[in-house]
Structures are given as C-alpha cells and as structure tokens.
C-alpha cells in the first residue's frame, strides 16, 4: 500500500519561509518521479516543481528562484524549500508520486500567507 505523508505546512508572513516534507512508503522510491503541486478552491490543480529520478528538476516559472525541489532516497523523502513567500502562494500543496506508470497522491497541506 503506497502511503505520502506530507507536512510542514502553516502559516507564515509575506516574505518568510516554509519547508514542506513528503515521506513516501510502498514504492521504490529512487525509481519515482516526485513533485509538488498546488490547489486554490475553485482553480485547477498547478504544478509547482518535479524532480525526477535523475534529480534533473522542473519548476513553475511563478516561483523559480524561490521554491526549491530537493529528494532524499535514503529517507524516501521530497522537500519542498519555499522562500520569499507570497501572499499567492496561498494554497493547499499535494505531494506526487509516479511509480510504475502509476501515480499517488498525498492528503496535502495548507500553505496560507499573509500579507
């Protein structure tokens, strides 16, 4: 059974920083492709960064050169570093996983910046 385990969410004032953690079980973890997306009530699910198994990165132009994707095999983990917080940065952050062809979600965590 593929568990995601996300935290580290909260609330923080504009400008500050949040380090999100998704600890995965039930995969092989350095043969995934792991990410972070994002979810605002009434938009779409957005892509925010992947890194693949290579650790070769991707990130949404709305927050490169603030957000940083990160992975530790070791501890079947993904990081996600955000800094310089805005206050649309707002949002419920769900963690990804692709295994196999197959993909998992986790329950996500509330990011709420203040302005």
């Known amino acids: 059974q593929v568990q995601l385990v996300e935290s580290g969410g909260g609330l923080v004032q504009a400008g500050g920083s949040l380090r999100l953690s998704c600890a995965a079980s039930g995969v092989i973890f350095s043969l995934s492709n792991v990410g972070w997306y994002r979810q605002v009530p009434g938009d779409q699910r957005e892509l925010v960064a992947t890194i693949i198994r290579s650790g070769s990165t991707n990130v949404a132009d709305s927050v490169k050169g603030r957000f940083t994707i990160s992975r530790d095999n070791a501890k079947s983990t993904v990081y996600l570093q955000m800094n310089s917080l805005k206050p649309e940065d707002t949002a419920v952050y769900y963690c990804?996983?692709?295994?196999?062809?197959?993909?998992?979600w986790g329950q996500g965590t509330q990011v709420t910046v203040s302005s």
């Open positions: 990804n996983v692709d295994y196999l062809r197959r993909t998992y």
